[in-house]
């Protein structure tokens, strides 16, 4: 079983909102990441508990992508999403 959490520190970041996207700063090592409003609302879910890989691609299907007809190209869209906000530093593997 594979559990994802935010890489972000929400409880300290700074987070500054504007319209559907977000500035959030990140104090501890001075980090700035400007994120969808979809992207940072995933962030304080996961940032509780941590959810598992199925959960989170769920999620960002439902918040950051229209979940169509085809959902087997929605999921391998939510799977590359998911890579490129763990290579950001966004999101972080804790298990």
Known sequence: MVIYNSAIDLSTALIAEFGDMSVVHEQE???????????????????????????????????????????????????????LLISQGIIKKIQ
Not at 40 to 52: D, F, N, T, W
């Open 29 to 83: 090592n001075d980090g700035l990441h400007m994120l969808s409003a979809s992207i940072v609302s995933l962030l304080k879910r996961i940032s509780v508990a941590g959810e598992q890989e199925a959960d989170i691609l769920q999620l960002i299907q439902e918040t950051t992508f229209c979940v169509s007809a085809q959902e087997n190209m929605a999921m391998d869209s939510s799977k590359e999403y998911l890579m």
